[in-house]
């Protein structure tokens, strides 16, 4: 069964930058399509970024586009995300998820596997 697990999170000042993993065991991560989702406090989750199965499709919503980057490394069974020029407003829970179908989305109803979350904090 596909384990995931999210790290790299922390507190950055506006206009810093972070990395986020994501590291699957149980299964080979190159069988599933990953996507990003964060939930910030009072608010729903919402798709960051997200990528196929292959890697040769990504997308990510227009908040982040030009600043996150999605990235994956099937030989280390690791998904990435780079985030650039950070913003109060990026502040939230991450989360990383897996989804079987192998296609890039960002709705979470098309995911089965997900972690439990790193917290991305980001204040001067």
């Known amino acids: 069964q596909l384990q995931l697990v999210e790290s790299g999170g922390g507190l950055v000042q506006p206009g810093g930058s972070l990395r986020l993993s994501c590291a699957a065991s149980?299964?080979?991560?190159?069988?599933?399509?990953i996507a990003w989702f964060r939930q910030a406090p009072g608010k729903e989750r919402e798709g960051v970024s997200c990528?196929?199965?292959?890697?040769?499709?990504?997308n990510s919503r227009d908040s982040v586009k030009g600043r996150f980057t999605i990235s994956r490394d099937n030989a280390k069974n690791t998904v990435y995300l780079q985030m650039n020029s950070l913003k109060p407003e990026d502040t939230a829970v991450y989360y990383c998820?897996?989804?079987?179908?192998?296609?890039?989305?960002?709705?979470?109803?098309?995911?089965?596997?997900w972690g439990q979350g790193t917290q991305v904090t980001v204040s001067s």
């Open positions: 998820a897996a989804s079987g179908r192998g296609l890039c989305s960002l709705w979470s109803s098309f995911f089965d596997s």
């Open positions: 149980g299964s080979s991560l190159g069988y599933y399509a």
């Open positions: 990528i196929s199965s292959s890697g040769g499709s990504t």
